[in-house]
């Protein structure tokens, strides 16, 4: 079984623009996560979808968002990006909810802003 | 408060010797759920094992094994005979069921191991 997937491995923006990020699920898995990591807040939620709703976000400003498709594809988009918007971004997927499902990686998304 | 703290922020050893990762949590709930993860240097968070809050058995897979004590509110995790591809970063994480809105995985900051020949 294919694992989580992550498009693209390795971005860089400039500030002011935007970002879209493409995760795709392990195959039946209907929740996707989604989490920056930073060297120095670490792992922090962004949000969750589950059968193409939004069912948790993390303390996030609005310019951070994202979606999920019928096939549970998820996107996520960063707009007028920022230097502190440089992370690992990670994507997880899951059979259920989140709740106590171990959630499935994928490799990341390595965005750098300049 | 919800919270995670791996207060061991990097350890060292060197190949063969056990070495013992901790894990404290803080919450309320009687109801969670526990933890561990594995990321190599290529990034990719590994699930380790998952504990439910009513189940303080011990576990043993292999070299790994992970003592949980509701009455320390520890989640440690215990290499034996440790080998240079343990050597990354392992994160302990909480999550409560029954949060609602505030239903997430919380992480601890990680504790880097690095296992040398």
Not at chain 2, 37 to 49: A, D, M, T
Not at chain 2, 53 to 61: L, P, T, V
Request: charged share 20%; glycine share 8%; with cysteine.
């Amino acid at each position: 079984k294919a694992g989580v997937t992550q498009t693209p491995r390795y971005l860089i923006k400039t500030r002011g623009q935007q970002v879209t990020l493409s995760c795709s699920p392990i195959s039946g898995h209907r929740s996707v996560s989604w989490y920056q990591q930073t060297p120095g807040q670490g792992l922090q939620f962004l949000f969750e979808y589950f059968s193409e709703t939004q069912r948790n976000k993390g303390n996030f400003p609005g310019r951070f968002s994202g979606r999920q498709f019928s096939n549970s594809r998820s996107e996520m988009n960063v707009s007028t990006l920022e230097l502190g918007d440089s992370a690992l971004y990670l994507c997880a997927s899951s059979l259920g909810e989140t709740g106590g499902n171990e959630q499935y990686f994928g490799p990341g998304t390595r965005l750098t802003v300049t | 408060a919800q919270k995670v703290t791996q207060a061991q922020t990097e350890i060292s050893v060197v190949e063969k010797e056990d070495v013992t990762l901790d894990c404290v949590y803080e919450t309320r709930d009687t109801t969670y759920y526990l933890f561990w993860y594995k990321q190599p240097p290529s990034g990719e968070l590994v699930f380790l094992i998952r504990r439910n809050s009513f189940d303080e058995q011990n576990e043993i897979s292999g070299r790994y094994s992970w003592n949980f004590q509701k009455s320390t509110s520890s989640f440690n995790f215990t290499i034996t005979a440790s080998q240079v591809v343990d050597s990354a970063v392992y994160f302990c994480a909480l999550i409560r069921p029954n949060a609602g809105n505030n239903r997430k995985l919380i992480w601890g900051l990680g504790t880097s191991l690095a296992v040398n020949p």
